[in-house]
């Protein structure tokens, strides 16, 4: 929550037009996990799985209302329709004109209705990328826990490219137990896709103090980009 | 708040599928007024009057949790696009596969993003009326705070058509002053709108012990039924 508090902080004071797209954490994986919701979806799991999420949005949200940013909660559940566990349909333009009118939409990671599965769990990992190909964003910053994407020896790989992968991809760990939407390895997917369409993305480390504000003020950082270059 | 955890018993007890509507009533109209939502939109005035009107649709969604039900809130802000506060687009398959999968959305008037205006006010009776019409409606219940539509003797109008609307025009009622959104003229209006399509719907007291569960039952209920036949 204090990480919260000092994220929103750090935004409030780049004031760049901006969309915030936060996952579950621990708001939303283990309710996941506990009622099976991607294996054996039932309204309970839906219910408490989005309840959870919807419970760490408004915290955010709140953050940034206090720091006086016009931010307001998006909930996916509410707008995004899925086939297979897939973003298919998703009318982003309201995203667009909160952005335009000066309002800034917080996203996450959600259960939403799903046309195949009856309902499916889209990370923010993929809100984050299915925003970025439909809204004309600059550069995705994916602020995590980690100096972004970390070889063997502890160290941040400056770049993943999509020709170095293979070479830099046994590093790379997939879910924690907790997590049920690919942790690293799976952000590293969903950006590298991103890349490969030409948008950029840097994966740095949010919880050091500043490095949120650093990073969309353009400063120079310690973090692992995400390119399409050859 | 007392009134809403009662209703949200009486749905439960009924344990029909349903879709419910709820207005912005004291927790929406003040800051909407307040902010000039309709004539001078700006950031402040959106997110405060979002903000209220979802702390009421809390208050309805976990009280329906609480009776069992999988109530889920659906917030038009973040799936409903405006022109001139008329309902221009909504993905409402998204409505239609919760309530297929046992799910109750629980929708609100909101204020939403609007391709002319910026942004504007949408009332829970437009709200009722579009998804009537979009979705696979038996009928409508409009629960009020009176017995229906009343005549210039406080009697219930028993039914009103097209065709003997102008007769008992003159006993509605517009707005009070903290209503932006028509008052029981405005729902009048709308609901004869609906009926004319073929969409029956019945204005009644939910403000009276078990109202709710008698209409969801199909019981015989004094209120106004308002028909499209001539």
Redesign the interface.
């Known amino acids: 929550m204090q990480n919260i508090k000092r994220i929103a902080g750090e935004i409030a004071r780049a004031s760049v037009p901006i969309v915030v797209v936060h996952g579950a954490g621990s708001f939303g994986h283990p309710q996941a996990k506990k009622y099976h919701i991607q294996q054996n979806p039932g309204?309970?799991g839906?219910?408490k799985t989005?309840?959870a999420v919807l419970e760490l949005n408004t915290v955010f949200v709140e953050a940034l209302?206090k720091e006086g940013f016009?931010?307001?909660g998006?909930?996916p559940?509410?707008?995004?329709?899925a086939k297979r566990s897939v973003v298919k349909?998703w009318?982003v333009?309201?995203i667009e004109?909160?952005v335009d009118?000066?309002?800034t939409p917080v996203i996450h990671g959600d259960v939403?209705?799903d046309?195949a599965n009856?309902?499916s769990v889209i990370s923010g990992d993929q809100i984050l990328t299915y925003l970025a190909k439909k809204l004309d964003v600059a550069v995705i910053g994916a602020g995590t826990a980690v100096d972004g994407v970390l070889d063997e020896n502890g160290r941040t790989i400056p770049c993943i490219t999509p020709s170095n992968f293979k070479e830099v991809s046994d590093y790379i760990r997939g879910s924690t137990d907790d997590d049920v939407t690919g942790g690293m390895r799976g952000k590293v997917l969903e950006l590298l896709k991103l890349a490969e369409s030409g948008i950029e993305s840097v994966i740095f480390n949010a919880d050091l103090s500043n490095m949120v504000f650093k990073f969309l003020s353009g400063e120079d950082i310690c973090a692992t980009r995400i390119s399409g270059a050859k």
């Open positions: 309204t309970e839906l219910v989005h309840r209302q016009a931010a307001t998006i909930h559940l509410d707008c995004l329709l349909r009318g333009e309201i004109r909160m009118f000066g309002v939403v209705m046309t009856g309902i």
